[in-house]
């Protein structure tokens, strides 16, 4: 970036996007409806593309911003709890991954979506005081693997397609 007003000016569209996306991600039904609470992970693509093209900072910054807004727009208190427990167990994990230069995007991605759903189900256990909560991470780390093979590779291409057009 040139300078750091078109920086910010690049992160807020970002964070935008991120809003979008988890607002499409909200209004489509379940993916999988006998598994409540499973979804795609949208806005994750932009986050997975500003840990790439930027740094840890900047994912981070955005993606605290997009939690806050999704909680007041369409949820609570608890889904900000749920929210950021994921979010960043996830952001710290891929980004410890990314920065030993062994795995591709995608693979990062998949891991990020897995411990996404491990903070959620962690603060699952404490709220509902049982561990037995923690075997639906059976079925959270296929949906988690999935979505992240998605994520990642929308997020491949999202870095692919800006780096073309120098943003």
């Not at 569209?13 to 991600?25: H, K, R, S």
């Not at 790439?52 to 605290?64: D, G, I, N, P, T």
Request: charged residues 10%; contains cysteine; glycine residues 10%.
């Amino acid at each position: 970036m040139e300078n750091k007003t078109k920086k910010v000016a690049f992160l807020g569209l970002c964070t935008a996007v991120t809003l979008i996306l988890a607002y499409v991600e909200a209004i489509l039904p379940p993916l999988w409806s006998a598994v409540p609470g499973i979804k795609m992970g949208l806005p994750n693509i932009m986050i997975l593309f500003l840990l790439y093209r930027f740094s840890f900072k900047e994912a981070a910054a955005v993606s605290l911003v997009r939690l806050l807004a999704v909680a007041l727009l369409f949820g609570n208190i608890m889904t900000l709890a749920y929210s950021v427990a994921g979010a960043g167990l996830s952001l710290g994990i891929m980004v410890l991954l990314k920065k030993t230069d062994r795995f591709s995007m995608v693979g990062v991605s998949i891991t990020g979506g897995i411990f996404h759903n491990l903070g959620q189900i962690l603060v699952a256990m404490l709220v509902l005081e049982t561990a037995e909560i923690g075997y639906y991470m059976i079925i959270l780390t296929l949906t988690g693997t999935v979505a992240g093979i998605l994520v990642g590779f929308a997020g491949f291409l999202v870095l692919k397609y800006l780096k073309k057009a120098k943003i």
